[in-house]
């Protein structure tokens, strides 16, 4: 089975950057759309970015011109850039995989990463 592994989380000043990466088990990665998901204490989980299998992508409206997500497919691995970090940007970010034909804003994709923290400081 498909197993997903995060890492880059960690604290960082606002206005500041970091590079999530997630890295991905077996030989059909290509065949998912990927994204990160994040969800913050008391608060319900959110589709922050998505990226095709062609590597057309979405991006939630709050994060728009500040992250970037991006994968690599001879390393199985997918990225999320994020610039010009905001103290709402705190919570714990999920690596996901779907074989849906689109990008789905619902919660209900095939595998999940376990959480790396993302903490941003006012």
């Known amino acids: 089975q498909v197993q997903l592994v995060e890492s880059g989380g960690g604290l960082v000043q606002a206005g500041g950057s970091l590079r999530l990466s997630c890295a991905a088990s077996?030989?059909?990665?290509?065949?998912?759309?990927m994204g990160w998901f994040r969800q913050a204490p008391g608060k319900a989980r959110e589709l922050v970015a998505g990226?095709?299998?062609?590597?057309?992508?979405y991006y939630t409206d709050s994060v728009k011109g500040r992250f970037t997500i991006s994968r690599d497919n001879a390393k199985n691995t997918v990225y999320l850039q994020m610039n010009s970090l905001k103290p709402e940007d705190t919570a714990v970010y999920y690596c996901?995989?779907?074989?849906?034909?689109?990008?789905?804003?619902?919660?209900?994709?095939?595998?999940w990463g376990q959480g790396t923290q993302v903490t941003v400081s006012s």
């Open positions: 996901a995989g779907d074989l849906a034909a689109v990008i789905r804003t619902t919660g209900s994709w095939d595998y």
């Open positions: 990226v095709t299998r062609s590597g057309g992508s």
């Open positions: 077996g030989r059909t990665f290509s065949s998912y759309v």
